[in-house]
């Protein structure tokens, strides 16, 4: 059992998009420290949840940058959500969108370098 990632539940493809049921349950190392007593999932690791799954299905280079990466509401350890990734024609940025419920917890995009 991994101690850093999500339990994916579900996974869906569609031309283009990858769609992801996952578990954060609360064991996760994550949520050591951050924080004692109300502990909540850290945006840097919902980023790194991001570039391990586009990561795992498709050949990218190095991450040159992130864009328009926004958090709008907490996570909780036990939560399910639901991970987007839409990938571009050109392949090289990859636009992701955690949801809670229907609802918005975080989004962004992810531009990786040419893996050439």
């Not at 996952?22 to 951050?34: D, I, K, Q, R």
């Not at 007593?37 to 795992?56: D, N």
């Not at 990466?69 to 639901?82: G, R």
């Amino acid at each position: 059992m991994d101690r850093w990632l999500p339990e994916v539940l579900a996974e869906r493809r569609a031309a283009g998009r990858i769609e992801l049921t996952l578990h954060v349950p609360a064991h996760l190392e994550c949520f050591a420290g951050h924080f004692p007593g109300a502990p909540i999932l850290p945006g840097v690791v919902q980023i790194h949840w991001a570039i391990h799954y586009i990561r795992s299905c498709r050949t990218v280079g190095d991450v040159e940058r992130l864009e328009n990466v926004k958090f709008f509401t907490l996570v909780l350890p036990d939560t399910e959500l639901e991970l987007s990734l839409d990938f571009a024609a050109a392949g090289s940025t990859v636009a992701f969108a955690y949801t809670k419920r229907e609802r918005r917890v975080s989004a962004g995009r992810i531009v990786f370098r040419d893996s050439k």
